[in-house]
């Protein structure tokens, strides 16, 4: 039997702490997506999802 494997699941709109948090800012940039999958891989992980949202 094969190991489970496991994913992450990153927003291209930025992170979602700024609407809970007064501290956090938000970060919607390439480099911060890239430093997630990156760390993820490191630590893993081996599927990367992205989501995308359409806010009206």
């Known amino acids: 039997m094969s ?3 496991y994913g992450i699941w990153i927003f ?3 992170n979602c702490g700024v609407m809970t ?3 956090e800012f938000r970060d919607a940039s390439y ?3 890239k430093n997630l999958i ?3 891989q490191r630590c893993g992980f081996t599927t990367t ?3 995308n949202a359409v806010v009206n």
């Open 21 to 23: 948090h007064p501290l």
């Open 49 to 51: 999802l992205i989501a």
């Open 3 to 5: 190991e489970p494997r």
């Open 12 to 14: 291209v709109y930025g």
């Open 31 to 33: 480099s911060r997506a």
């Open 38 to 40: 990156q760390l993820a």
